[in-house]
């Protein structure tokens, strides 16, 4: 069973520090390009950052640039947002997504987890 299992969310004020997991099982997760997005009360889903399968490239929104850090560890199919200097605007439910083009494109996403950034 493919699954997508975020993790890490909470209250945190701001300026305070979060960590993201999202775990991969049911699928090889190292051949794929892994991202996280946010959506956050009545706003679309959004593209937060972006890792590739071998970790060689990453992307990131020009609104966390500098504070927030995706990265990825495929021996434990985990991938990881580290979220600093956190403001209120970065309340979300944030989501995993696991993405593989070529013949066939194959695409997950997991259930999402809150994080609120709130005094």
């Not at 390009?33 to 937060?48: C, D, N």
């Not at 992307?59 to 990881?80: L, P």
């Amino acid at each position: 069973q493919v699954q997508l299992v975020e993790s890490g969310g909470g209250l945190v004020q701001p300026g305070g520090s979060l960590r993201l997991s999202c775990v991969a099982s049911g699928f090889t997760s190292s051949l794929y390009v892994m991202k996280w997005y946010r959506q956050a009360p009545g706003k679309e889903r959004g593209l937060v950052a972006t890792i590739s399968s071998l970790a060689a490239m990453t992307n990131y929104a020009d609104s966390v640039k500098g504070r927030f850090t995706i990265s990825r560890d495929n021996a434990k199919s985990t991938v990881y947002l580290q979220m600093n200097s956190l403001k209120p605007e970065d309340t979300a439910v944030y989501y995993c997504n696991a993405r593989r083009t070529g013949s066939n494109t194959m695409e997950y996403w997991g259930k999402g987890t809150l994080v609120t950034v709130s005094s």
